[in-house]
């Protein structure tokens, strides 16, 4: 599944060839994804020129003056630019064609992704109650420490909760937390501060390198050739449930944290 670096990675491959675009038109071979794709995309973006491509969370936002395209991946779509007359792929829902000949074509096997509208001037509601991105300067261990103080949930629930902060995912997550030494079962609200920076820290490090990765993957993104190419990933604790910790040795505990797979050694995590 597509998360924050790849999303991150797939807007930077886009924006050279998409920003200062026209959309001319715009063809849907499916009426919807995960919602259904409403009017004005196909009513209002074609004629508008794209000013920007904007993330927010795990959202794609094309920028015109009279909206914007809101697009998520779900967890299986991806976006290339390719020529206008680039034969057809399986699950090829979506083409943005734009006034430099190419199109932007969205694939999405799955169809967890969507395409909404957001009107210039107004939040799509999905955007609203997002906490902060975890790569601004927002986002920090005063933030984490002070949003967490009684709060009884395990703290890796609370890192994984959309509201406190956007795209840390459940392999994120159990990164950070080894990497920061901070048990996934410990109450968020007894957490220190000093662990929250040691863990705010961690969380942009690990988000930072693989965003940094992702640009030498650039090329499979925007490629007709191409696959989506979601990143491979150095993993420390995250699906090693068992294998022997690689800082002690001593075997990594398994257990389901809020309905989601967790992974930590019971020895360097506290
Ligand atoms: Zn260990």
């Known amino acids: 599944m597509p998360e924050l670096p790849e999303v991150e990675t797939t807007r930077r491959g886009l924006a050279p060839h998409v920003e200062g ?37 795990k959202y794609l936002l094309l920028d015109t003056a ?3 395209a809101l697009l998520h991946l779900g967890m299986s779509g991806s976006l290339r630019v390719l020529p206008a007359d680039t034969p057809l792929r399986a699950h090829d829902h979506v083409d943005l064609a734009l006034d430099s000949g190419q199109v932007l074509r969205f694939n ?29 300067d927002a986002f920090d261990g005063d933030y984490l420490f002070a949003r967490s103080r009684k709060r009884a949930a395990p703290v890796k629930t609370f890192l994984m909760d959309q509201k406190v902060v956007v795209g840390v995912g459940n ?18 609200g007894k957490v220190s ?40 990933q150095e993993l420390s604790a995250y699906g090693r449930g068992g294998e022997p910790c690689p800082r002690c040795g001593r075997p990594l505990k398994q257990a389901s944290i809020g309905q989601r797979a967790s992974v930590w050694c019971g020895h360097c995590q506290r």
């Open 171 to 188: 392999i994120y997550a159990a990164e950070a937390l080894f990497a920061a030494g901070i048990s996934p079962l410990r109450e968020a």
């Open 193 to 232: 501060r000093e662990r929250y920076a040691a863990l705010a820290d961690a969380v942009k490090a690990i988000l930072g390198h693989a965003i940094a990765r992702g640009g030498t993957t650039l090329r499979d993104f925007i490629s007709p050739d191409g696959a989506p190419g979601y990143f491979e």
């Open 21 to 57: 675009r026209r959309v001319t038109g715009v063809v849907l071979r499916r009426p919807d994804l995960r919602w259904p794709i409403p009017y004005d995309i196909v009513e209002t973006l074609p004629g508008q020129r794209i000013e920007q491509v904007r993330r927010r969370a």
């Open 66 to 68: 009279a909206g914007s």
């Open 108 to 136: 999405d096997p799955r169809r967890f992704g969507c395409l909404l509208w957001q009107p210039a001037g107004q939040m799509h509601e999905l955007l609203r109650d997002l906490g902060p991105e975890p790569l601004s």
